[in-house]
């Protein structure tokens, strides 16, 4: 008969309310965002002639703008839903757990993805607005183009067109960016607060930076997981878990973890007293 021992570590009430909160907090400023920049492509489109012509109109930069600020916006809220259900699975199946002693399983809910949500959205929106940024000479040959004097017309346009060639050397990386940006936001959605599971081997090595335990692995990605979410007494019936394995496996998980445990422990026990 085999005995399977399984430990469930949960997020604690107060962890669980506060990066709940800052996720809806941050998924309705992302909604909003979205809403905005529909209601002004929506009003901007009509102020306009939409003729196809050879140079770029400053009102379709700002309308192009605006409908990227609503998708990347809209995928913002995607990834904070994503994170929500994560959140809840983490709630409901546990943050970590550990199974026979070998088998470490976890989601990493720590409110840093937040930032990360957050940073990789407006980083995609900037690569867009770089780009319109390295086009805007372009939308001078429309103004060039419609002055009354023949000849500076013509040397105004001709600058005018060397400047957008010169604006191309940023528009297409910053174009390629944000393509780029797209695409990986559909992995990187998919990688939010996902379950990642580690058999805990002599090819395993495990960290504990403060509060954060560091797992790596040759066929796995590397994954954090921030202990401070966990109540204390969870924190240290973990890590004292992980230090009788980390004995039992002749310390070959890293040398130094005995002493990152000790000192994760004393930290466990200030959060206690605080509390």
Known sequence: MITTHRYR?????????????LAWLLGVAFLLCALVGSVAALLLWPTYTHDFTLYLKWQDALVASSWCLT?????????V???????????????LTLENGNRLSGRDLSPKNLT????AVSTTFTCFAT?????????L???????SNLVLM?????????????GLGLSLPCGAFFVIGLVGGVSFCRKMGASQSYTLNNQTILRIDGSVLVILHPDRPESLF???????????????LLRERWVEAKHTWNPTLGDEIEEALRNAERATITI
Request: glycine share 8%; with cysteine.
């Open 141 to 147: 040959i429309g103004w060039t183009l419609h002055l």
């Open 131 to 139: 780009m319109l940024i390295g086009l805007a000479p372009a939308v």
């Open 226 to 240: 921030d202990l401070q979410l966990l109540t204390p007494d969870d924190q240290r019936q973990l890590l004292t």
């Open 116 to 119: 990360s949500i957050f940073w």
């Open 81 to 95: 839903l994503r994170f929500l259900y994560a959140l809840h699975q983490g709630r409901t199946a546990g943050m």
């Open 71 to 79: 998708v990347v916006s809209l995928g913002g809220c995607i990834l």
């Open 9 to 21: 570590f949960d997020l604690s009430n107060q962890a669980h309310i506060r990066t709940n909160s």
């Open 154 to 166: 013509v040397f105004s346009t001709f600058a005018a067109f060397l400047l957008s060639l010169a």
